[in-house]
Structures are given as structure tokens and as C-alpha cells.
């Protein structure tokens, strides 16, 4: 299995971290680039990498990467990001994988539709018409409130708020709580609810607008017992994504791989596939 790296540069001035395992002589046209979500960073990625190597950078105000308030915590902001971190690290082609809010790569993939090879989706925030906001996610985007929710997120509130995740109701691991409270600090509180504040349904909407366009093999992985996205945006975005295959999951939850670990050997399948899905 490829061994996993560490990284750390600079973009706009401040840190940029991210990891990478060397690509698989199958997949050398095309590097997979991982984007995690909401409230992860790039050590959610590991045996995706251990997998199939690739990329999986910390987006802004996560993980090891700088968090300052200057910086622009929306879509088209980190739609900007990954263009920007693709020239850094000198790589043109990429097979993306998205979870959760790692679904602004998909504002990237519409606008530089040439520089994606294969797409998959995990779960993704549903850039398509019809979407409201879970009621966390409502309440983070309520002034004061949202503040006040934040402040109160500590471990044992995550580690029990996060077990309607899965569908058998068992607490997330240790070790994923870990990952996440190393780097829960203010500044990335401040970027997930700027996030969530710049997104409303309409402006989620917007941003999927061009879907339809994207031509390359497109696989949906879909934790069906997800309390955050209902399961019939997974089957909306096979529907959305021209050249899609789509994996309905009954037994997983919103982070699938930790209720069904055959997800990473799938996601691994899909990148280095001779043939499009279907």
C-alpha cells in the first residue's frame, strides 16, 4: 500500500497542510484529490490514501491550514482555494472524491470541467434545487445562537450528537473525535459558520447550476441513514451528473466508510476503473 506524507506550504501567505501517497501506476493520468467536510480535515482521508494514494490538503480554517477571519469561508472562495492549491503542489488532472462540504469541489469541477477525470461523491452537500438546512446546521447559521452553539461543543456533546450519524447509533470512533477537538478551535468554529451562513438554499442551488454539463464517470455513494441529507439527494445528483452510477447504502450513515469499511475498497475500484461505470 503506498505510504501517506505530510505537507506543509504557503498559499496567499499563510500555512497550507495537506497529505499525499504516491498514485498507482493505473491512475498516474489523473490524481485522486480527497476534500473532506464539516467538521473533519484531511485525517478523515488516511486509508482512502493507504488505498489508492493521491492528495487530501485541510481546507481553510481546518485542520493545520491557516484559519485567519480575513478569508473567504464561502463556496466560491474555496472553489478558489483548490485552484490555487492544485498549482502549488503542480498537478493539472484530478479524480475527485467529496464528502459532506467537500462538495465545493464540485464549484472547481464546473468551472474547470477539462482538469476532472472521474468524480465521486460521498454524502455531498446537495448543490440542487430543494435542499433546507438539518437543524444544527440551521441553528449555526443563526446569529448569537450559532456562537453560543459552538462554544458548547465539547467532546462529549459531539461524541453524543454524533451518533444519530450512524444508523447504529453507536458513538463516532475515538480516534475520528480525536482528529477532530486537536483542531476544533476558534478559528475553525468561525470558518463553519461563515460557511453555513453564506449558504443559503438558493445560493447552494446556484452553485450545482451546471451539473448537467459535467461529462465524465461520475459515481454516487450514498449512506442512506444520513439525519443530515435526505437519501433522495444522492439519487437527485445521479440524476443531475450525465455519465453517473449511483450506490445506495440502507446500513450506513453520513460518514458510510465507518458503518461499511467495503467503501473505501469502492472508492479505490472506482479511481482506477479501465471503463466508465454503468
Not at 443559503?200 to 459535467?214: F, K, S, Y
Amino acid at each position: 500500500m503506498p505510504e501517506v506524507s505530510d505537507h506543509t506550504g504557503e498559499l496567499d501567505g499563510l500555512p497550507v497542510f495537506w497529505r499525499s501517497a504516491p498514485t498507482p501506476s493505473s491512475v498516474e493520468e489523473a490524481v485522486p484529490l480527497y476534500l473532506h467536510g464539516v467538521p473533519t480535515n484531511s485525517d478523515e482521508w488516511l486509508p482512502f490514501l493507504a488505498r489508492s494514494g493521491g492528495l487530501a490538503p485541510d481546507l481553510p480554517g481546518f485542520g493545520r491550514t491557516g484559519k485567519a477571519g480575513n478569508l473567504d469561508y464561502t463556496i466560491d472562495g474555496y472553489a478558489g482555494f483548490i485552484e490555487r492549491f492544485l498549482d502549488l503542489v503542480e498537478v493539472d488532472r484530478v479524480s475527485l472524491v467529496v464528502h459532506d462540504w467537500g462538495a465545493v469541489g464540485l464549484a472547481f469541477a464546473q468551472r474547470h470541467p477539462e482538469r476532472i477525470a472521474r468524480l465521486m461523491l460521498i454524502n455531498a452537500i446537495p448543490f440542487l434545487p430543494g435542499y433546507r438546512w438539518h437543524r444544527t446546521a440551521r441553528l449555526w447559521r443563526t446569529p448569537l445562537l450559532g456562537e453560543l452553539a459552538m462554544g458548547a461543543t465539547v467532546r462529549p456533546v459531539m461524541r453524543f450528537s454524533t451518533r444519530q450519524a450512524r444508523p447504529s447509533r453507536k458513538p463516532m470512533p475515538d480516534a475520528w473525535l480525536d482528529t477532530v477537538f486537536d483542531h476544533f478551535d476558534q478559528g475553525t468554529q468561525r470558518a463553519i459558520l461563515r460557511l453555513y451562513r453564506s449558504s443559503p438554499p438558493d445560493v447552494l442551488a446556484a452553485a450545482g447550476a451546471q451539473l448537467g454539463e459535467l461529462s465524465m464517470p461520475s459515481l454516487v455513494v450514498w449512506g442512506q441513514a444520513d439525519p443530515y441529507i435526505p437519501a433522495r439527494f444522492g439519487r437527485a445528483y445521479a440524476q443531475a451528473l450525465s455519465a453517473s452510477e449511483l450506490i445506495e447504502l440502507p446500513d450506513a450513515g453520513h460518514w458510510p466508510w465507518f458503518d461499511r469499511p467495503d467503501v473505501i475498497g469502492r472508492v479505490a475500484g472506482f479511481l482506477t476503473a479501465a471503463d466508465p461505470p454503468g
